[in-house]
Every structure is written in C-alpha cells, then in structure tokens.
Antibody, heavy 123, light 110 residues
Framework: QITLKESGPTLVKPTQTLALTCTFS??????????VGWIRQPPGAALEWLAV???????RYSPSLKTRLTITKDTSKNRVVLIMTDMDPVDTATYYC???????????????WGQGTLVTVSS | QSALTQPASVSGSPGQSITISCTGT?????????VSWYQQYSGKAPKLMIY???NRPSGVSNRFSGSKSGNTASLTISGLQAEDEADYYC??????????FGGGTKLTVL
C-alpha cells in the first residue's frame, strides 16, 4: 500500500523560504520509473503542478515557478523535499505530493496522493 | 504555458451521461496521448480517474471514460450518480516536458 504525507510549516512570512517534506511508504524512489511530484491548490482555485523528481534524479519544474523551486530526494529516508523561495501571499495554498511512474509512452499522471498541507503566507 | 480550458460547471440528472471537455493546443493535448483526469471532493486530495487519454486505473468505475479529438480531450460519465458530484480536472504533458492542469469543472448532479 502506497502512502504519502506532506509536512512543513503552516505559516510563513513574505520573502521567506518554504521547505516541504513528503514522506512516503510502499515504494522506493530508487526503483526504475518511480517519481514523486508536487501540486498545489490555492483556496477555492484550481490545481497547479509544481515539480517532479524521478528515480534517476531527473527533475522537471513548472516554467512559471522554475526560478524559485528546488526538488530533491533522499532515497534512504523515503523522502522528497520541495523548496520554494521568496514566498508571497499568492503562494498560500494546500500543497500535495503524489506518486507517479514513468515510461516513455506513459507519464505525468499521479495515482497516489498525500492528504495535503495548507501553507499560509502572511506577515 | 497556459492552463487547459475546461467549462466552469456542468450538470446532469441521475442516470444521464455528461461530458466534460478539456481544450489545449497542439503543444499539449493535441500533441501527446498523455491526458489525465482527476476527481476531487471538497477538502480532499484528487483521485486519478483516467490516464493516457482513455485508460482507467484499477478500481475506477467503467462509467468513467476518456477520449481525445485534436486539441480537445473529453471525460464522459455515464449513468450519473449523486456520488459523482465533485470537481474534475484534466492535465496534459506538454512539448516542454512539463505538465499543465485545466481550470477545473464543477459537476452538479441535479
């Protein structure tokens, strides 16, 4: 059974850096094809893809947020970390991490999601 | 990259069929068979309903089906049930090897 859980601060101030951790079980991010992505959702708004990291350390970022995002993985601890710099109130959202699997013909779908964590950006 | 275009809302009566459209460009929806659909209840995490345009994950009802024509993908729900009332999001891979979401569609079961 695959489970994921997001953790991190619930409140950050404008201009601060956010670090979110996704801790998972039921799979290993060192297994060929496996990836973990981050998706966020502002209150009452649509989902927005942020980033994904794969077993081979390939990383992809949202073009609009690329300069502010860093995604890393810790295979031994079953964790993936997302760092977002220069936080702004518009970044207030529920942040989700999710499991994915890559093949050349099939990718960018997320079949298991964490419960999400609400991050509020306010002074 | 711009968000994919979905209708803000659709509605239908129990037992009917409804279709939600998802319009992109040749650089995303039209260029790849990598469209997925998610169902999201209020306050809950999304659930994968369709991937690779028309494939259903194990456990998803066969009342849900996906298709694509040109730059527009569609999610069809047949035999509409009250429990289908939720928000639905489409996604597509892009030519930049990134992912783009649609703006979401609120389905109301009358």
């Amino acid at each position: 059974q695959i489970t994921l859980k997001e953790s991190g601060p619930t409140l950050v101030k404008p201009t601060q850096t956010l670090a979110l951790t996704c801790t998972f079980s039921g799979f290993s991010v060192s297994t060929i094809g496996v990836g973990v992505g981050w998706i966020r959702q502002p209150p009452g708004a649509a989902l927005e893809w942020l980033a994904v990291i794969y077993w081979n350390d390939v990383k992809r970022y949202s073009p609009s947020l690329k300069t502010r995002l860093t995604i890393t993985k810790d295979t031994s601890k079953n964790r993936v970390v997302l760092i977002m710099t220069d936080m702004d109130p518009v970044d207030t959202a529920t942040y989700y991490c999710a499991h994915t699997f890559y093949t050349p013909e099939s990718y960018y779908w997320f079949d298991n999601w964490g419960q999400g964590t609400l991050v509020t950006v306010s002074s | 990259q711009s968000a994919l275009t979905q209708p803000a809302s659709v509605s239908g009566s129990p037992g009917q069929s409804i279709t939600i459209s998802c319009t992109g460009t040749s650089s995303d929806v039209g260029g790849y068979n990598l469209v997925s659909w998610y169902q999201q209840y209020s306050g809950k995490a999304p659930k994968l309903m369709i991937y690779d345009v028309s494939n259903r994950p194990s456990g998803v009802s066969n009342r849900f089906s996906g298709s694509k024509s040109g730059n527009t993908a569609s999610l069809t729900i047949s035999g509409l049930q009250a429990e289908d009332e939720a928000d639905y999001y489409c996604t597509s891979a892009t030519s930049s090897v990134t992912l783009v979401f649609g703006g979401g569609t609120k389905l109301t079961v009358l």
